[in-house]
C-alpha cells in the first residue's frame, strides 16, 4: 500500500520534531548505491535480478518482480490476475486508496468488505458474505504490519473461483502460522517507501509462485514487450524486432534503487527487532491508560509492526491528535475508509458501508515508529499520552 508521509508537517519550535516514521540509511546504503552509480548499468541491469533474488530469501523462495511503488505493484499484481471491466474485487477498506484504485483503474467493481474490529485486518466472514461469480480477486491488507487471516482467507478466494491477493506493504519479512508473508497468498505486493519496513526511496514488489501470473506481472511492467522470437507474431522483421501483444507500463525500477533495497534486506530482522522493541514498550508504558487500547497480535501471528495503532477512546482521538502535534510528536491517521474519498462517493458508495471500519478510523492514531527511535524518543510520546489523560 503506498502512503504520503504527512509527518513534517506542524512541526514545534519547542522542541524537535519526532516523525511519525523516518527511513534508516547507513553509509553501506550509499556505498551500494555509488557503486551501481560507477558502473554501466543504471536501469534493466544485473542489480534489478539480484534484488529480485535476495527479496525472494525473505519469501520462502516466492519470486519477485520489483517495480517502481508500491501501487505500481498493486496495478501490475490486478493486471496479473487479468482483471477486467465487469470483475470484482472484494477489498479491506482500511487502507491507502491505492490498494482498490489501481484494481478500479483496470475497469473492476470494487466491493468493500469489512475488518475485524480489533486487528483492522479483513474479515474472513465479511469477504466471505461478498464473493460473487464475478468475483475475480480477494484482497486482503496486512494492516500496521499484523498478517490478515491469509489462509482463512485463500479458502474463500478459491472456493469462488478468485485469487487471493495479499498487500504487504506494511508486512516484509512476517509470517503467518509459521510460513512467510509473500508465501502464502497467489499473488502479495511490497512497498519499499521511505517510512515501510526497508527502503529503496520509491520501490514495491509483486510476489508470486504461479509461473504464468508472474510472466504477466512481469511483461506488464515492461510495456508488455515480446522479445522473444517464438513468441511473436513477426519474427522476421529483423533482430531488433520487439511486440506489444497486451498493453503494459513502464514499472521498471532502477539498479541505484534495487542496490539501496539490497543493502536494505541485510537489515531487515534487524529492522523488525527494533519495531518489536519499541511497539512492546508503547503496549507496556500505555496498558493502564484507560482511554486507549493498544493494539493486538493474534495467534501465530509474527508481525512486522510498519504501524503503532493506538485506538483512542471516547471520541477524543482529535484532541489528543491535536495535543500531541502542539508537543512537536509526529503522529498520523492511518487510514479514513478507502470508499470514504471522493472519487469513490462519486461511484455511488457511501458512509455506513463497513460500520467496523468507519469505527476503527474514529479511534486511530499512529504513534511514531522506526528503528531508529530511541527509549528516550518513546518515553516522550509516552509521557505526552499520558498528561493528554491525566495520568
Not at 542489480?47 to 527479496?55: H, M, N, P, S, T
Not at 517510512?195 to 510476489?207: P, Q, W
Not at 539501496?260 to 530482522?269: D, E, N, P, V
Amino acid at each position: 500500500m503506498a502512503e504520503s508521509d504527512a509527518a513534517s508537517a506542524g512541526k514545534s519550535t519547542s522542541a524537535e520534531f519526532l516523525p511519525y516514521g523516518r527511513q534508516s540509511v547507513t553509509d553501506e546504503d550509499i556505498a551500494a548505491v555509488t557503486e551501481v552509480l560507477r558502473g554501466d548499468w543504471l536501469t534493466t541491469g544485473p542489480a534489478v535480478a539480484r534484488f529480485e533474488a535476495d527479496l525472494a530469501l525473505h519469501t520462502g523462495g516466492t519470486p519477485a518482480v520489483v517495480v517502481t511503488s508500491g501501487t505500481a505493484a498493486l496495478h501490475v499484481a490486478y493486471a496479473a490476475a487479468a482483471i477486467k471491466p465487469g470483475d470484482e474485487v472484494v477489498a479491506s477498506p482500511m487502507t491507502f486508496v491505492a490498494t482498490a484504485a489501481t484494481a478500479a483503474l483496470h475497469g473492476a467493481k470494487v466491493v468493500f468488505a469489512d475488518v475485524e474490529p480489533d486487528t483492522g485486518n479483513l474479515a474472513v466472514e465479511a469477504a466471505a458474505a461478498l464473493v460473487t461469480d464475478r468475483t475475480k480477486v480477494v484482497a486482503a491488507v496486512d494492516y500496521a504490519g499484523h498478517p490478515a487471516e491469509l489462509d482463512a482467507l485463500a479458502e474463500v478466494a478459491h472456493n469462488a473461483g478468485a485469487l487471493l491477493l495479499e498487500d504487504a506493504a506494511h508486512s516484509v519479512g512476517g509470517s503467518w502460522q509459521g510460513r512467510p508473508v509473500g508465501s502464502l497468498a497467489d499473488l502479495t505486493t511490497f512497498s519499499f517507501f521511505p517510512t515501510k519496513n526497508l527502503t529503496t526511496a520509491e520501490g514495491g514488489a509483486v510476489v508470486t509462485a504461479s509461473p504464468e501470473l508472474l510472466g504477466r506481472a512481469q511483461a506488464f511492467r515492461n510495456h508488455g514487450l515480446v522479445r522473444d522470437k517464438a513468441l511473436q507474431r513477426y519474427p522476421d522483421e529483423g533482430g531488433w524486432h520487439q511486440e506489444v501483444h497486451e498493453f503494459g507500463l513502464n514499472y521498471r525500477l532502477p539498479d541505484v534503487l534495487c542496490a539501496l533495497g539490497s543493502s536494505q534486506l541485510t537489515r531487515l530482522a534487524e529492522f523488525k527487532k527494533r519495531r518489536a522493541e519499541i511497539h512492546a514498550r508503547y503496549n507496556g508504558a500505555l496498558a493502564d491508560v484507560g482511554g486507549v487500547l493498544t493494539p493486538p497480535s493474534r495467534p501465530g501471528a509474527d508481525p512486522v509492526w510498519h504501524l503503532y495503532p493506538l485506538r483512542v477512546l471516547d471520541g477524543r482521538r482529535r484532541a489528543l491528535f491535536d495535543h500531541l502535534r502542539g508537543l512537536g510528536i509526529g503522529v498520523q491517521v492511518n487510514y479514513i475508509p478507502a470508499y470514504w474519498h471522493p472519487v469513490f462517493e462519486d461511484l455511488g458508495y457511501r458512509r455506513g458501508l463497513c460500520p467496523n471500519a468507519e469505527a476503527y478510523y474514529e479511534q486511530e492514531l499512529s504513534l511514531p515508529l522506526f528503528p531508529s527511535l530511541t527509549d528516550a524518543d518513546v518515553d516522550r510520546v509516552v509521557d505526552g499520552v499520558r498528561s493528554f489523560f491525566g495520568v
